[in-house]
């Protein structure tokens, strides 16, 4: 056999799962790009409900869905990216129970349920109550369907730059398959060993979304993916595969499939085929080829593959085969056609749902409950069996029109039922995985035990109506049901299907700051959860391609959440594993990397445009906008690259005092004086108090700030106090920055910090982010001021943020994404998670039993906690004393930092707070 990405003969046709698992003994696999959780969970982006991994490698899901409904009146479609009508409301980290709650117009409400009894599933409970004062006629339906993988976005990659380009729109990725004679095996072109552009670009250390370099997944490759991205047009652009061969070949021919948009392609070949290959296009450029080279007897054990091009044209590899001459002709390849309508095998009260040319895995579902006639339709448009759902005549079923899909939809709708007003009825759907031909069986569970483990499960969320601070506590059970709940499946990622958490159900994708939020919300709660997306976005040293997984904003989130998680578990280990993955990440922020273009400039500021056109997270920042529109991104240097690069200096710093390594103190030290340096004298504006946007000439030299048609500095807002989380600025100029922060009149509103100074005459009330209120950048801001000893503060921006959630969801139930800066009203996606996180982290700061909470600066030891209070050994840098949060079981009775005595100040009705000399300590407080 070959280890490998590699097919033999024996089961081509359905081992994809084995075919790709093999992958391992090329490059590390990116099973560090998936969150370790059951295969059970809200795992689609197209409905709402629960879904099965059912094939891994393949990217298969088998989702399941509730569609509610008033008789002949209204319906609900369970749309995962619709999100108005229906929100997650709690959620179990660990995806073991979830509930969404759904509205209908009429006055009806629908509390979905997920209870995972075993990894061989669970049960899916519709709660129904009529709020209204009429009797309402409900209609329930699930619906069950196999969805197949995505096509992901294309990235092109421009030979002049590393910049990753998205174009064609996600439809169902088309594969196509390779039948084998026996002892012929495919070798599938992106599992290389060795792979160089000849002129790398700015992603040589970055490719975009973690994939491999020259990596193209698209409809027709066998498998979906193969090498492209116009490998082949520059001379010397080379790649190699290495394999083991278990079995030798008398007289072995190598096949290659491929396709050319020119009339041929060259390469030198070493290895299993030596000689010049040429490629020859065909009249369709579109379709794959294939060519014969003979290589003659090839011994068991290792061999090696290269090509390197002759730069005379691009080409795309899909892979090649090895086989027995006179067996050649018996290799073919197909497009594969998804067969995606299940043979349904019905009973009194259940159904058994097979896919056999697709999975070996079975469903059974049953309930208790009468229903109509099961049907499955040749549409997965819920919108076109929307009258069919809310009128289940079996005629209306009928009306509904095939679609040009592969995807069929199965449908069990529950007799209609009267609901009085004040009534509540549920329905219940059990489904069950069998695997490998064995029956789909759930755990025994009668009706009352079953009752009893829903209530268990409720019960973990305790009442939310009996502690202090009960109206922040339910949004933030929102909250974190959102983010946990927006975990999906597949994602594409360095080579494998994934899952991993989303901002929101509309974006199938990795996103790196966004997660780096995500991942604090889930830190205190879930720790283990959040450790594990931590360790998916840095990158294994194994991996030589990836110095992080990078997706969008590339502002370096993942390093406040490793520092909030070795908060709370102070583990030596624990850092000494991450730091030098960490390390790596800061390392590329820094230009340290192969091409890494973010430290060209004379001014040693740092720009992160090539590779993406946003670099804080801000999408319509003013001055980020007046740059790209002046053609000005390869010549500017925003201040907030370089204010985050200086903190995360300080943090490696830390970790490398901790674990003794003295040499990388010293260069951290360095890097830190030298980017402090760059920002205080080229950046620094004293005139409006805001570090501005540095201009350079071509040869990289400053020559001025960004400025408006007004003349103002281009960069008052959020990016222009950024240097605040750094702490290198005077008294004076941390004065004047925080009094824009915090001024009525500037970047302060009623419902917190805006992005952009209400005095500028480029503020826009109207704007994505000018003029509105998001949380990340607030809880930066936050823990600055909690590291310059500016408790009040710190609590203003944590207290006003609660209120505007609390009294969005308690208003509507939807969890936004950004609040108007003067009404406090949500808008944009919902339900949304991620960015909105510091919802949860300044929950469990002001109200949360048992939690200790500081500054960038404040590094927790050791922390113990018992029923007479707290004993922590703590860290505190810098030059001036800093405030700490302390929310124990009880109204505290004295506190002492390093022995002596000190203050207490309530914030809110719970929480601590505590000001503390810089250096090291025990911090005693006593109940």
């Known amino acids: 056999m070959l280890l490998g990405a590699v097919a033999s003969a024996a089961g081509v046709k359905g081992d994809a799962e084995g075919r790709a698992m093999n992958s391992a003994a090329i490059w590390p696999r990116p099973a560090h790009r998936d969150i370790p959780t059951s295969d059970w969970g809200p795992y689609s982006d197209h409905w709402n409900g629960v879904s099965h991994i059912t094939g891994h490698q393949r990217g298969l899901r088998m989702d399941f869905a509730l569609t509610p409904a008033i008789l002949r009146q209204e319906s609900l479609i369970p749309f995962a990216h619709a999100g108005l009508g229906m929100q997650p409301v709690r959620a179990d980290p660990d995806l073991s129970y979830y509930a969404w709650l759904y509205r209908l117009e009429a006055g009806v409400e629908i509390r979905l349920e997920w209870l995972r009894l075993s990894e061989a599933g669970g049960v899916l409970r519709a709660r129904v109550r009529n709020l209204s004062d009429v009797v309402c006629p409900v209609v329930l339906n699930w619906t069950a369907r196999l969805c197949p993988p995505p096509c992901p976005a294309r990235l092109e990659r421009p030979r002049s730059s590393g910049i990753a380009h998205l174009a064609v729109p996600r439809t169902p990725l088309r594969p196509a398959r390779v039948s084998l004679p026996i002892d012929a095996v495919w070798v599938n072109a992106l599992f290389y060993d060795h792979f160089q552009w000849a002129k790398p670009g700015p992603d040589e250390s970055l490719p975009y979304d973690g994939r491999r370099h020259g990596e193209v997944v698209e409809h027709d490759f066998v498998d979906g993916y193969g090498i492209g991205q116009g490998f082949g047009r520059e001379k010397g652009d080379q790649i190699r595969w290495r394999m083991k061969l278990a079995k030798p070949l008398a007289n072995a021919v190598v096949r290659v499939r491929y396709r050319c948009a020119f009339p041929s392609a060259s390469f030198v070949a070493s290895g299993l085929f030596s000689g010049v290959v040429t490629l020859a296009g065909g009249e369709d450029p579109r379709a794959f080829m294939e060519l014969d080279l003979a290589v003659g007897r090839l011994a068991a054990g290792e061999h090696d593959w290269s090509l390197v091009a002759m730069g005379d044209a691009a080409v795309e590899l899909n892979g090649f085969v090895l086989v027995e001459q006179n067996a050649a002709d018996a290799v073919s390849f197909a497009p594969h056609t998804w067969a995606l309508r299940p043979q349904r095998h019905d009973a009194i009260r259940s159904a058994v749902l097979a896919f056999a040319e697709e999975t070996d895995s079975t469903y059974a579902l049953s309930w208790t409950d009468d229903i109509l006639p099961i049907r499955t339709v040749a549409n997965d448009d819920l919108r076109l069996l929307e009258t069919a759902l809310k009128s289940p005549a079996a005629f209306t079923l009928r009306r509904v029109p095939d679609a040009e899909t592969p995807e069929h939809v199965t ?89 991993n958490y989303s901002p929101g159900r509309e974006w199938p994708s990795v996103y790196t700051w966004d997660s780096g939020f995500t991942g604090l919300g889930l830190a205190k709660r879930t720790p283990r959860l959040s450790t594990a997306l931590l360790d998916t976005y840095l990158s294994p040293v194994q991996d030589k391609q990836a110095a992080f997984l990078h997706h969008g904003s590339p502002l370096p989130t993942q390093f406040y959440q490793f520092e909030a998680l070795w908060n709370l578990n102070g583990g030596k280990a624990f850092a000494q594993e991450r730091y030098p993955r960490l390390k790596r990440y800061l390392e590329f922020l820094l230009g340290r990397a192969a091409g890494s273009t973010c430290r060209t400039f004379g001014s040693g500021l740092i720009r992160t445009y090539d590779y993406f056109y946003n670099a804080a997270g801000m999408d319509d920042y003013p001055a980020q906008m007046a740059m790209h529109a002046g053609g000005l991104a390869a010549r500017v240097a925003p201040a907030i690259s370089t204010a985050h690069a200086i903190r995360c200096a300080k943090l490696l710093r830390r970790i490398a005092r901790t674990l003794d390594l003295h040499r990388d103190v010293e260069v951290w030290s360095r890097d830190i004086e030298a980017l402090s340096q760059a920002l205080q004298t080229h950046a620094w504006d004293a005139r409006s108090g805001y570090y501005a946007y540095v201009i350079h000439d071509a040869t990289g030299a400053p020559t001025g700030w960004l400025r408006s048609a007004a003349g103002e500095n281009f960069n008052m807002g959020l990016d222009g106090v950024a240097p605040l989380v750094a702490d290198i600025a005077d008294a004076s100029q941390r004065r004047a920055m925080i009094d824009n922060l915090m001024s009525p009149e500037r970047l302060w509103t009623p419902s917190g910090v805006t992005a952009v100074d209400q005095r500028a005459s480029y503020f826009d009330r109207a704007g994505y982010w000018s003029g509105s209120v998001w949380m990340p950048h607030q809880w930066l801001m936050w823990k600055a001021m909690l590291d310059y000893g500016q408790g009040a503060l710190a609590w203003r921006i944590a207290q006003t943020a609660l209120d505007v959630y609390s009294r969005e969801i308690a208003r509507t139930g939807l969890a936004y994404e950004q609040f108007d800066a003067f009404t406090g009203r949500g808008g944009g996606w919902s339900p949304f998670g991620a960015l909105s996180s510091p919802i949860r982290n300044w929950y469990e700061a002001y109200y949360q039993p048992r939690t200790l909470s500081g500054g960038f600066n404040t590094h927790v030891r050791q922390q113990h906690w018992s029923a007479q209070g707290l004993l922590a050994r703590l860290n505190v840098e810098g030059e001036h004393a800093a405030s700490v949060l302390v929310v124990a079981d009880r109204a505290p009775r004295k506190a002492s930092w390093r022995g002596k005595a000190v203050a207490i100040t309530l914030r809110g009705e719970r929480a601590a707070e505590i000001v503390l000399t810089p250096g090291d300590g025990v911090l005693e407080f006593d109940l």
């Open 411 to 499: 449908v069990l709708t529950h007799r209609v039922f009267n609901l009085e007003p004040g009534q509540t009825a549920w329905r219940d759907l059990r489904v069950a995985v069998g695997k490998g031909g064995a029956t789909a069986e759930l755990p025994a569970a009668d009706a009352d035990a079953l009752d009893m483990r829903f209530a268990a499960a409720r019960r973990k969320f305790g009442d939310t109506d009996q502690t202090p601070g009960d109206r922040y506590a339910e949004s933030a059970e929102r909250l974190l049901a959102t983010a946990a709940t927006n975990m999906l499946f597949p994602i594409w990622t360095g080579g494998a299907w994934v899952r």
